[in-house]
């Protein structure tokens, strides 16, 4: 019995020197996942700039350049190029307009200012420039021709500028428009409609105007046609610009006469009926 013990404690000594070594060995892999683990957040680091590329991808909208129609006055060409960017105007040019004689210094004058007064409106109802009739007369109608095909119209009526054209497709949103709070929330699905009234004979010309109703209102007035020549250019350019104002203003062809050219503003309101009754105003 005293020779099996000292073997015991052999067994029992080489057991316990087992058991540590395997605890050992199972303890130091352990260190190796946090190591992993590591590497694997370094690698992980660089893909969080791949996903800005999105804020990169989401630019603003393109610029289009559009030309509008020639159209034909008495002292030459005109058209104008447009440059429509998110459904605005941002600028305006006339790549051609009246040139000879007294009628370049007249374009000289006149052009600048109407391609202000187009990308401050953004629409073709601007003002025209005073001595400058026929000139301005033609700018708008090429410039109305490119907004046609850019379709700025629609676009800017949505961001509510104000124009009278715009918040009659703007659906109310812009709150300073006839149109919009002429008809309510339908305003929006309202388009509007150019119509061009009869030429109507007077002794000193023909007188013919044009007219854009939107939502059953005229939102724009223009004469086509208008007396000409000696003392009656000058007529025609005063009253001319009022009794277009004075139709917007009133919304149908019942407007006063301007004072010195009963004439011209006789023949102004029964072509304005004639453009009404095509209308359906």
């Known amino acids: 019995m005293k ?68 159209v034909k006055t008495d002292y030459g060409n005109v058209q104008v190029r447009i440059t429509v960017a998110g459904g605005k105007i941002t600028s305006a040019a006339a790549l051609q307009s009246p040139t000879g004689g007294r009628s370049t210094q007249v374009s000289t004058d006149a052009v600048p200012k109407l391609n202000r007064a187009a990308v401050t409106a953004g629409t073709a109802d601007i003002d025209a420039v005073s001595g400058a009739t026929y000139t301005s007369g033609g700018y708008k109608k090429s410039l109305q021709s490119a907004l046609d095909k850019a379709g700025a119209a629609g676009a800017a009526g949505a961001t509510g500028d104000g124009s009278a054209e715009a918040s009659g497709t703007g659906g109310g949103t812009g709150g300073t428009g006839g149109d919009a709070s002429g008809s309510g929330s339908g305003a929006g699905a309202a388009q509007a409609k150019t119509v061009t009234g009869k030429a109507v004979t007077t002794d000193y010309g023909p007188v013919q105007v044009r007219v854009t109703v939107a939502g059953g209102k005229i939102t724009k007035a223009e004469a086509v046609q208008q007396p000409k020549g000696g003392r009656s250019d000058q007529i025609s350019a005063d009253a001319v610009p009022k009794l277009n104002a004075a139709a917007v203003a009133a919304g149908n062809a019942d407007i006063d006469a301007v004072s010195g050219a009963t004439y011209t503003s006789g023949g102004y309101k029964e072509s304005l009926q004639s453009a009404l009754d095509q209308a359906g105003g």
Not at 15 to 32: C, E, H, Q, R
Not at 36 to 44: I, K, P, R, Y
């Open 3 to 70: 020779k099996s013990h000292p073997l015991r404690r052999i067994v029992l000594a080489g057991a316990a020197t087992v058991s540590g070594i395997v605890l050992l060995l199972s303890l130091k892999p352990a260190s190796d996942p946090a190591a992993a683990s590591a590497d694997g957040a370094a690698q992980q680091q660089p893909a969080a700039p791949q996903g800005s590329g999105g804020v990169q991808a989401a630019g603003g909208t393109e610029a289009q350049t559009l030309t509008g129609d020639v």
